[in-house]
């Protein structure tokens, strides 16, 4: 069945625009969330990317490197922010001052942050210690507004957003659930359902997307780190460490990866998973990105336009035996989501051997494997 729906989603795929794709580099992306960036790194980034996601601290830490970045061509660059987590002590704000303005939000007003059925705050991650904070419809309203009030207002007055095509919003869950706290989101002292925490987030999240739509401008750009289809006016989605088990692993992500559209990724900090995570982008019009806060740059590869939609290469043996590729005008992507089982493709009488959970790159004149 899931091979079934990936033929049907793929078979009405459009040819790509033909000034979409020329070489591997311009589908990179870097994902970036230290608060500063050298000269060196920027001119790195400039030179080998395509789409750069930036935590919002560099305009103001990193004037230098962050000018040489601003171009009207390539690359595009969108910020990062997390808004449903803070620092819980002093040090990670050295070197990060726009992070400092939030905390004097919440040392205000502690009402903000998620708390347990005890009333305490509760930790999200351990190193470096982070407070969850309230982005759920049930958020307390204090003179007026809620943390994501707060957020959308820091966000357009505080951060160089003039100087980005969009923003990029880390932990735009569909479900919090999963962390197994006793939420008490409503603060009734009573743990939460999970249907109820669920909702309330998702609610949350919705107003707080559209608020930035309506503050930013409908062509800001809204990138959510999930690959899932909630929240309008999102234009794309990233799914962090690809496959990640969520959505039905490679099946159900590619599924959303292609109905949310060119400006979502896929990334991995594994490099065991490069290959796949390369080739999996490249049937469709999204980015890949390889490692977090690391240049680790793209093979040096022609592709040209695309020249038709995603086609499948079933093995006889079994339905569910297939590979998956593009054809590019200079090159062949090839993948093989399978993790179990090496496949087989065969192009112009030649047979290639793909290893589970892999991908590969094939010059189209030579038949030579680039990947």
Not at 115 to 127: A, M
Not at 156 to 167: L, R
Not at 308 to 321: E, G, M
Request: glycine share 6%.
């Amino acid at each position: 069945m899931k091979n079934v729906l990936l033929v049907l989603l793929f078979s009405v795929l459009s040819v790509l625009d033909a000034t979409a794709v020329q070489k591997l580099e311009d589908k990179a992306a870097v994902y970036w969330t230290q608060p500063s960036l050298t000269e060196q790194q920027a001119e790195s980034l400039k030179a080998n990317y395509g789409l750069l996601i930036l935590d919002y601290e560099i305009p103001e830490t990193s004037v230098t490197a962050f000018a040489l970045l601003k171009t009207e061509s390539r690359p595009s660059m969108v910020f990062y922010c997390n808004p449903m987590e803070i620092f819980t002590e002093e040090q990670p704000y050295h070197g990060r001052p726009l992070q400092s303005k939030l905390q004097q939000i919440t040392r205000g007003h502690s009402e903000y942050f998620l708390q347990d059925t005890l009333g305490e705050r509760i930790v999200s991650w351990q190193e470096p210690a982070m407070w969850l904070l309230n982005v759920t419809s049930k958020c307390p309203v204090i003179e007026g507004k809620t943390w994501l009030d707060h957020y959308v207002d820091f966000l357009e007055t505080e951060v160089a957003w003039q100087s980005f095509a969009g923003v990029f919003i880390d932990n735009l869950w569909d479900d919090i659930d999963w962390k197994g706290f006793p939420f008490d989101a409503n603060n009734d002292g009573i743990a939460d359902p999970k249907d109820s925490i669920n909702t309330w987030l998702q609610e949350g999240y919705q107003t707080f997307v559209t608020a930035l739509k309506q503050r930013l401008g409908t062509s800001f750009i809204v990138i959510g780190n999930e690959m899932n289809l909630l929240y309008d006016d999102k234009d794309g989605a990233m799914s962090e460490g690809f496959p990640n088990g969520f959505f039905d692993s490679w099946w159900g992500t590619m599924e959303n990866y292609q109905k949310l559209g060119s400006w979502s990724v896929l990334q991995t900090t594994d490099s065991t998973k490069f290959s796949l995570v390369m080739t999996s982008a490249l049937l469709l019009d999204g980015y890949f990105a390889l490692g977090q806060n690391q240049i680790i740059l793209p093979p040096d590869i022609e592709l040209g336009k695309p020249l038709h939609p995603v086609r499948r290469q079933a093995n006889k043996s079994s339905a569910f035996s297939e590979v998956w590729y593009h054809q590019y005008k200079k090159a062949v992507v090839v993948v093989n989501p399978s993790s179990k089982n090496s496949r087989k493709f065969i192009y112009r009488k030649k047979e290639y051997e793909i290893a589970p959970a892999s991908g590969i790159i094939i010059e189209r004149k030579t038949g030579r494997r680039l990947l």
